[in-house]
């Protein structure tokens, strides 16, 4: 529970310390004094939404710090222990920094974290009801949460939310593989003459090169083969240097066992040089044979490369690449061929999931119905005490269409009430008035207070739009609420009937001149806390009369109170 709150620099706020017991506390306060400032201060700590409007006029940052016991087995232990944060035994220390560029520093237990997680954690340990959460009551989706949650139907919403992720998913592979093959087909005939082709084609890699290589050889035959024919004689004939080399090693041969030794190594080289003439002497003959006698082979390597650069133009590639867009398409191709079995196989996966999400959302459906009745019958009783003796209470169920299934399965809840006798329920949010939703809310708290895990519950102004015994019963739930469920309630009020069963009091109000004008909160003792009381009771002239009423509410005896506030002074 929230045991303290330090307020620095936040609207009117300068320096704020409270400390908070317990059970119900209420805070009072005139129209205007302050009271929203100190739960949207609270807010910042609670990781709400940080706005540098915020800051006093004149401070640099403002600065809001909750401190909160928990017991050990409270989830918000195990959130420190899984963000690997520092576990105080004691407590759970909140705190945020707004700077005047809106920016914001977030703190658990004096260790620097992300406003997310902050948040995550205020969630955990305070549940704030305003206005807004009212009108949020009348929402559906809220209704549906609702009950899950009496229910205790939180794990199986879960698993139809990851069933429905799941089938969703399968949706959408089969239905890009769908997209995919009906685009493949509008193509594939161009596809198979496109694969045929390159099938013919055969190209691989460095064949341009080589191709091109040859091409040039054969354009120049009549050169080379007039260049060949001179060389063949400048190195065979009988002036050439192959018998050159042959006689000049002969000669040496004769004269080598008179040189002792030292012509062996020249006779080797020139020896050598003869077996290399030799060789270039029939490369060159077998190289003149082939360009001699293949007079039509310049033909077929034009008409091949040109083939190649014209399918390499048509596939955007270059020759190189052609084999590898060869490869690509045929793939595309065998896909194609293959995308029947592939498409039935993922129409299958699809199916199953769709199976999966219908049994985990039967069973979800299945304890939707059987909270509804017991939740009816528990809102029903509380009812009576919120001077609803009158009014109905029912959550409606109805299976909605497969289109409008969704990760929170196919059931529509809906709470629909009757404030009168013999009417027929409707919507909630369209029958009740503010006042009996207000009510209607209270009761809901009161039935799903051990369903939440947050220790403090903060109200709003629950008691907008009743008085007299009305906001009596409404301030009696409240009590009740604290001391039944054990949590921490803090009531934000203007009624005197709802403040005077508080078992701690708290007075907002504003201090100060043209100026400066700052917000102060004080707790009350037992004098002060009549007074304020006859102040809401009476206005801005405290009556004896009024005194004397307070007294009377302060002692148990609100049902005498049975007109407006302002009726009572």
Not at 80 to 97: A, K, P, Q, V, Y
Not at 409 to 422: I, K, L, S
């Amino acid at each position: 529970m929230l045991r303290h709150l330090s307020v620095r620099d936040v609207v009117l706020i300068d320096r704020l310390e409270l400390a908070f017991d317990p059970g119900l506390g209420v805070l009072t306060g005139e129209t205007g004094a302050g009271k929203s400032i100190l739960l949207e201060a609270l807010g910042l700590a609670l990781g709400m939404r940080a706005d540098a409007g915020l800051i006093r006029p004149g401070a640099k940052q403002a600065i809001v710090a909750a401190t909160f016991d928990v017991a050990t087995d409270h989830p918000a232990n195990s959130l420190l222990i899984e963000h690997g944060l520092e576990i105080d035994e004691r407590c759970i220390l909140l705190r945020r920094i707004v700077g005047r560029d809106g920016r914001s520093r977030a703190f658990i237990n004096d260790q620097p974290v992300t406003a997310g997680l902050l948040r995550q954690f205020g969630e955990q340990l305070v549940e704030i009801q305003g206005q807004f959460e009212r009108f949020a009551l009348a929402a559906p989706a809220v209704q549906r949460t609702a009950l899950d949650l009496f229910g205790n139907l939180t794990s199986r919403a879960t698993e139809v939310s990851d069933r429905f992720k799941t089938w969703s998913e399968a949706r959408t592979v089969l239905t890009e593989a769908e997209a995919d093959v009906a685009a493949a087909r509008a193509e594939e005939d161009q596809l198979r003459h496109d694969v045929e082709e390159l099938n013919d084609l055969a190209p691989s890699a460095g064949e341009e090169a080589t191709l091109a290589s040859q091409r040039q050889l054969l354009q120049n035959a009549e050169r080379l083969i007039s260049a060949f024919n001179q060389t063949l004689d400048d190195l065979s004939g009988d002036s050439g240097a192959e018998p050159a080399l042959q006689r000049a090693s002969h000669t040496l041969a004769r004269a080598a066992e008179f040189s002792g030794g030292r012509l062996d190594a020249i006779i080797a080289t020139l020896d050598r040089g003869t077996a290399e003439v030799q060789d270039a002497l029939q490369e060159l003959q077998a190289l003149a044979h082939a360009i001699e006698t293949d007079s039509g082979q310049l033909d077929s390597v034009e008409r091949r490369l040109f083939a190649l650069r014209a399918a390499a133009r048509k596939h955007d590639s270059d020759v190189d690449h052609l084999a590898e867009v060869h490869t690509t398409l045929a793939d595309r191709l065998a896909a194609l061929d293959g995308n029947g079995d592939r498409l039935t196989a993922l129409a299958k996966a699809a199916e199953s999931a769709r199976r999966a999400y219908i049994a985990a959302a039967e069973r979800l459906s299945a304890g939707r119905v059987k909270a509804a009745r017991a939740l009816d019958r528990a809102v029903t009783r509380e009812l009576a005490p919120l001077k609803l003796d009158n009014a109905t209470f029912k959550s409606g169920i109805e299976r909605l269409t497969e289109s409008a299934w969704s990760a929170a399965g196919f059931d529509a809840v809906e709470f629909r009430v009757a404030t009168n006798p013999g009417s027929v329920p409707g919507p909630l949010g369209k029958i009740a008035s503010g006042g009996e939703l207000s009510r209607f809310l209270l009761a809901l708290k009161v039935v799903l207070a051990d369903a939440g895990v947050a220790t403090t519950l903060i109200f709003d102004e629950v008691d907008a739009g009743v008085g007299g015994a009305t906001a009596a019963a409404v301030g009696e739930r409240l009590a009740a609420l604290a001391t039944t469920s054990g949590r921490q309630i803090l009531v934000v009020t203007h009624s005197p009937q709802v403040a005077a069963v508080g078992a701690r009091h708290w007075r907002v109000s504003k201090d100060g001149d043209a100026g400066e004008v700052v917000t102060r909160v004080a707790p009350l003792d037992d004098q002060a806390r009549r007074e304020e009381i006859a102040r809401m009771l009476a206005g801005a002239e405290i009556t004896d009369e009024a005194r004397a009423a307070a007294a009377r509410l302060l002692a148990g005896d609100a049902r005498s109170l049975t007109a407006s506030p302002r009726d009572a002074a």
